[in-house]
């Protein structure tokens, strides 16, 4: 099973930021947050990942709060492009020999 | 660099019929991994290999068999198709994260 708990789906309006909220009370202290996208069938997308300093790159922010309990991913001027199921997902290190154990996601939509 | 290439986009099997899906990847990575994708839900792993000639058995291996002769190939075989193998299977390799195929659409009727 997932270790993380997300929404199954929020909007968000065009230009604004859309902030995905994410629960991963048993989070071990050597595992990493990781956050990928998938857009309709296409592969998952790599995002971005941390482990306990917020982060920051050129698609988005991630903010982990101090207990490392639950993160947020910010992308900051949401586009029609940026529809897609976001994964947030808890692990070692990129999935290692373990793979990654995806959920279900949150379907982020785009509104015009 | 063309990332994670897989063969075939699509592909319909009848029952019983064998088939290979088919993954390179030019990243030099150790780690390659095989998805599978059903409706509405996430990616489950079927079988994953940390390097050239070793592999091992992911959360839904029954059905599938892998190798990993060269670092660039991770081919996976479908024995005896059964419908409860249409999905959309998606090959990746990884450093830190993982980088993943287009996929392939597979339906067994």
């Known amino acids: 099973d997932a270790k993380t708990t997300q929404p199954p789906s929020m909007d968000c309006a065009e230009g604004r930021a859309a902030n995905l909220p994410c629960n991963h009370s048993?989070?071990?202290?050597?595992?990493?947050v990781y956050w990928y996208r998938q857009i309709h069938s296409q592969g998952p997308q790599y995002i971005i990942h941390?482990?306990?300093n917020n982060e920051t790159n050129e698609m988005a922010s991630l903010i982990i709060t101090e207990d490392r309990k639950s993160s947020t991913l910010i992308l900051p001027h949401a586009t029609l492009r940026d529809t897609a199921v976001y994964y947030c997902?808890?692990?070692?290190?990129?999935?290692?020999?373990?793979?990654?154990?995806f959920g279900k996601g949150t379907h982020l939509i785009i509104q015009p | 660099n063309a990332g994670v290439t897989q063969t075939p986009k699509f592909r319909i099997l009848k029952i019983g019929q064998s088939m290979t899906l088919q993954c390179t990847q030019d990243m030099n990575h150790n780690y390659m991994y095989w998805y599978r994708q059903d409706p509405g839900m996430g990616l489950k792993l079927i079988y994953y290999s940390v390097g050239a000639g070793i592999t091992d058995k992911g959360e839904v291996p029954n059905g599938y068999n892998v190798s990993r002769s060269t670092t660039e190939d991770f081919p996976l075989r479908l024995e005896l198709a059964a419908p409860s193998q249409t999905s959309v299977y998606f090959c990746a390799s990884s450093s830190y994260e993982q980088y993943f195929g287009p996929g392939t659409r597979l339906t067994v009727t």
């Open positions: 997902i808890v692990e070692l290190s990129g999935g290692g020999a373990d793979g990654l154990t």
């Open positions: 941390g482990l306990k």
């Open positions: 048993t989070i071990s202290g050597n595992e990493y």
